[in-house]
């Protein structure tokens, strides 16, 4: 029997497929090939999986603890538009108490200054007295004849063009109505799991069509699946918003049980980095002021850059800067402060700008490599360095000598 399907057309098809699939395979092999490198690891691996497990146990309790707020929530919801929907088709008369409340709840969403208005109530009729600027009016005025159990309205309010000298009226503590709930900052559980289901379902569809239009969607689902794990807008996840240009800020400040002298000569022997900061592989010294860094990027990945000394008063202050040129942008300064004991305050301020800024930054989280996170645990490995004579560092257990 003849077909009526086109030959060439089912010949397109499947030359397509495998191709389609064998990128796919490509990117999963190199995203495999990255994971395995960075937690088989003979240095840090083992430290590696050992975040790993209790990042995943705490994602497992967290997403726990989400399903349970968002029932919550949504049967929260539920009952809500319930009632609303009861008292709209079966209003009952309110006290006049409870009406005058219902009326200020709202005036602290329609206007700057709610306690420059006056209201009371009688038998559904609402009387608002007081000062308001001029352009809020109609806000206020549509939101309170919008309140349930208000019958009628009568304003006496006093008009403003602007505050001036008026007491009520100085500053400004408007509120605003509030936000659909997708448009606001953070989301509720039970929107969030909504907007997760629908960009599965979205990224699902998108993988299975294989066309722009498919790509489309598998992108919208994906940054939409984001957006809802994240709970965070895309552009603060991806850290575009409100970078500072010297990227990272860190300070902190560590009490040593140790002279000021005896802590400063360790922090100055930079060569024995690598002795208790896990992801420094090697410090080398060019000159006096001049250090060679490599240290462990995103995914095990070596990263290399210049540093300098641009201050060194010995007992009191350590400053440095990377050099003009570096793919890696780095400022800091340790001051330490001996106290009435003899031991010593170790106050640490550093400016840190990864490759590529906020990408690099988001590659470094998703890798779990958070600069502030590295420097709490480094900082506790040095203290125990000086105060103890030992700790696990990069290579294992490490004596001080």
């Known amino acids: 029997m003849w077909s009526n399907r086109s030959p060439s057309s089912d010949n397109l098809r499947v030359s397509r497929t495998p191709r389609f699939v064998g990128s796919l395979a490509g990117v999963a092999l190199a995203l495999a090939s990255a994971a395995g490198m960075y937690y088989l690891d003979p240095r840090s691996g083992r430290r590696r999986r050992a975040l790993l497990r209790d990042r995943t146990v705490r994602a497992a309790h967290q997403t726990q603890n989400l399903f349970a707020r968002a029932s919550a929530d949504a049967r929260n919801r539920a009952q809500g538009i319930y009632h609303i929907g009861a008292s709209r088709l079966h209003p009952t008369s309110s006290d006049n108490p409870t009406l005058a409340e219902r009326v200020r709840s709202k005036l602290g969403r329609v206007c700057s200054h709610p306690r420059a208005i006056r209201v009371s109530c009688n038998d559904g009729m609402v009387t608002l007295r007081g000062d308001v600027l001029e352009h809020e009016l109609s806000a206020v005025l549509r939101g309170v004849r919008h309140v349930p159990g208000v019958k009628a309205l009568r304003h006496e309010l006093q008009l403003h063009q602007e505050p001036g000298r008026m007491p009520f009226l100085q500053g400004h503590t408007r509120r605003g109505e509030p936000h659909a709930e997708y448009l606001q900052r953070n989301w509720s559980p039970a929107p969030r799991i909504v907007a997760g289901g629908a960009g599965t379902l979205l990224l699902a569809a998108g993988l299975r069509q294989r066309s722009p239009l498919g790509a489309g969607l598998a992108i919208s689902g994906l940054a939409l699946l ?87 008063v010995p007992g009191e202050i350590l400053a440095w800067r990377t050099t003009e040129g570096s793919v890696v942008h780095s400022t ?70």
Request: glycine share 8%; hydrophobic share 35%.
């Open 226 to 312: 984001a957006r809802s794990v994240s709970n965070q807008p895309l552009r603060q996840w991806l850290g575009l918003e409100n970078a500072p240009e010297d990227g990272i800020v860190i300070q902190k400040t560590m009490h040593v049980y140790a002279e000021a002298d005896e802590v400063y000569s360790c922090w100055r022997q930079m060569e024995n980095f690598p002795q208790f900061m896990s992801h420094i592989r090697e410090v080398t010294r060019l000159n006096d002021t001049l250090y060679h860094w490599v240290v462990d990027g995103p995914a095990g990945i070596p990263v290399e850059w210049d540093a300098e000394i641009t201050a060194d």
């Open 332 to 401: 800091g300064v340790i001051h330490f402060e001996p106290d009435a004991y003899g031991d010593t305050r170790v106050h640490i301020r550093m400016t840190y700008r990864p490759p590529a800024n906020a990408l690099g930054r988001t590659i470094a989280k998703i890798f779990g490599a958070d600069p502030r996170t590295q420097m709490d645990e480094d900082l506790a490995r040095f203290k125990s360095y000086l105060e103890v004579g030992k700790t696990t560092g990069a290579h294992g257990t490490v004596v001080r000598h």
